[in-house]
T-cell receptor, first 114, second 110 residues
Framework: DTGVSQDPRHKITKRGQNVTFRCDPISEHNRLYWYRQTLGQGPEFLTYFQNEAQLEKSRLLSDRFSAERPKGSFSTLEIQRTEQGDSAMYLC????????????FGSGTRLTVV | GQNIDQPTEMTATEGAIVQINCTYQTSGFNGLFWYQQHAGEAPTFLSYNVLDGLEEKGRFSSFLSRSKGYSYLLLKELQMKDSASYLCAVREAAGNKLTFGGGTRVLVKP
């Protein structure tokens, strides 16, 4: 296992377009998290899954954002009708239940909306 | 609500010691984590505290006082490669999400 993988690493899109990101967690990890990080800030929670169930979604997340984890393995995060304010690093992380090592993060997808 | 505060930036000299403080106010507590993040890279786990006291791991140590809502990360014998952002994060309930502070950018100078 090579850790948490995210694809693509970089995405440039025009305002109004839809984008989808993929995250492949560590295979034995049942929890998967999505965070967003802007320059000079800490990661901001978006949503998380336990297996295929989406257990929590941030109140800050608009209806344009949706995430899925259909078979409890990989996850996708879709942003519809992108806005310039969506430009950020989107980080995926995975963990075991109540792990004492927190999360293992992927390298992130950097989104630029022009 | 949740509030996690840490200084924005610190500068230190190679070979010296730096202490990064983190204060938190959360509705629950089930552990405090420190992560290191180099520019353009993913955060990597450094330390975990759930009970009061000091956890030492090589050049890095982390301290927790639950009654004061306070933690610090101590970096000793600083090296140039320690220049990075250091993120404090709190888990409010077992198995739940981490809430991160804004991060402290540490610059190590020769």
């Amino acid at each position: 296992d090579t850790g948490v993988s995210q694809d693509p690493r970089h995405k440039i899109t025009k305002r109004g377009q839809n984008v989808t990101f993929r995250c492949d967690p560590i295979s034995e990890h049942n929890r998967l998290y999505w965070y967003r990080q802007t320059l000079g800030q800490g990661p901001e929670f978006l949503t998380y899954f336990q297996n295929e169930a989406q257990l929590e979604k941030s109140r800050l997340l608009s209806d344009r954002f949706s995430a899925e984890r259909p078979k409890g393995s990989f996850s996708t995060l879709e942003i519809q009708r992108t806005e310039q304010g969506d430009s950020a690093m989107y980080l995926c992380a995975s963990s075991l239940d109540a792990g004492n090592y927190g999360y293992t993060f992927g390298s992130g997808t950097r989104l630029t909306v022009v | 609500g949740q509030n996690i505060d840490q200084p924005t930036e610190m500068t230190a000299t190679e070979g010296a010691i730096v202490q990064i403080n983190c204060t938190y106010q959360t509705s629950g507590f089930n552990g405090l984590f420190w992560y290191q993040q180099h520019a353009g890279e993913a955060p990597t786990f450094l330390s975990y505290n759930v009970l009061d006291g000091l956890e030492e791991k090589g050049r890095f140590s982390s301290f927790l006082s639950r009654s004061k809502g306070y933690s610090y990360l101590l970096l000793k014998e600083l090296q140039m490669k320690d220049s990075a952002s250091y993120l404090c994060a709190v888990r409010e309930a077992a198995g739940n999400k981490l809430t991160f502070g804004g991060g402290t950018r540490v610059l190590v100078k020769p």
